[in-house]
T-cell receptor, first 114, second 115 residues
Framework: NAGVMQNPRHLVRRRGQEARLRCSPMKGHSHVYWYRQLPEEGLKFMVYLQKENIIDESGMPKERFSAEFPKEGPSILRIQQVVRGDSAAYFC????????????FGEGSWLTVV | AQSVTQLGSHVSVSEGALVLLRCNYSSSVPPYLFWYVQYPNQGLQLLLKYTSAATLVKGINGFEAEFKKSETSFHLTKPSAHMSDAAEYFCAVSSQIQGAQKLVFGQGTRLTINP
């Protein structure tokens, strides 16, 4: 059973460009979470999605950030018009439908804005 | 609201010595508590979790943690440190939303092992 798959692992974008980060949850998992880790900090919750629904986006910046988890395909975290402060590691996690007391993390996508 | 405080952003121990990483939590409901380890440029790996069963929880790689409600603590220990234990360790508490878990992380503790 493959783990949570994220790509790309590393992404470099110039200021003003768009960044798209993809996450395929573990097989059988329908809950997806995105977390952001700024340099020298812990992880901060951004958004929680189920298939085709955003359940909790209380940690998402109000502008430029969006997330989706379509019926088919991976979850996507999209950052428009990136700025230097968006440079961080973005982690996706997933959990099973019924027994959700453990979430499993992917290896992260490191975004660098130059 | 839930929160986690990890005491000590850096801890350094000698190889073979006891490892003690401190975590205190705040939660208005019975919490689920977790310890994760992160190696450089990698994702988080679950070490152990407390889910209201036994208060002493054993995890992978020889780590264990004890839930103490009276002290609102969930400290992580390992009797004898190994060089491979050098990593960043995160304590986390969860709140349940619609049947799934949303984690609140501490700031992390970087563990260094001296030969």
């Amino acid at each position: 059973n493959a783990g949570v798959m994220q790509n790309p692992r590393h992404l470099v974008r110039r200021r003003g460009q768009e960044a798209r980060l993809r996450c395929s949850p573990m097989k059988g998992h329908s809950h997806v979470y995105w977390y952001r880790q700024l340099p020298e900090e812990g992880l901060k919750f951004m958004v929680y999605l189920q298939k085709e629904n955003i359940i909790d986006e209380s940690g998402m910046p109000k502008e430029r950030f969006s997330a989706e988890f379509p019926k088919e395909g991976p979850s996507i975290l999209r950052i428009q018009q990136v700025v230097r402060g968006d440079s961080a590691a973005y982690f996706c996690a997933s959990s099973p439908t019924v027994s959700g007391n453990t979430i499993y993390f992917g290896e992260g996508s490191w975004l660098t804005v130059v | 609201a839930q929160s986690v405080t990890q005491l000590g952003s850096h801890v350094s121990v000698s190889e073979g010595a006891l490892v003690l990483l401190r975590c205190n939590y705040s939660s208005s409901v019975p919490p689920y508590l977790f310890w994760y380890v992160q190696y450089p440029n990698q994702g988080l790996q679950l070490l152990l979790k407390y889910t209201s069963a036994a208060t002493l929880v054993k995890g992978i790689n020889g780590f264990e943690a004890e839930f103490k409600k009276s002290e609102t603590s969930f400290h992580l220990t390992k009797p004898s440190a190994h060089m491979s234990d050098a990593a960043e360790y995160f304590c986390a508490v969860s709140s349940q939303i619609q049947g799934a878990q949303k984690l609140v992380f501490g700031q992390g503790t970087r563990l260094t092992i001296n030969p």
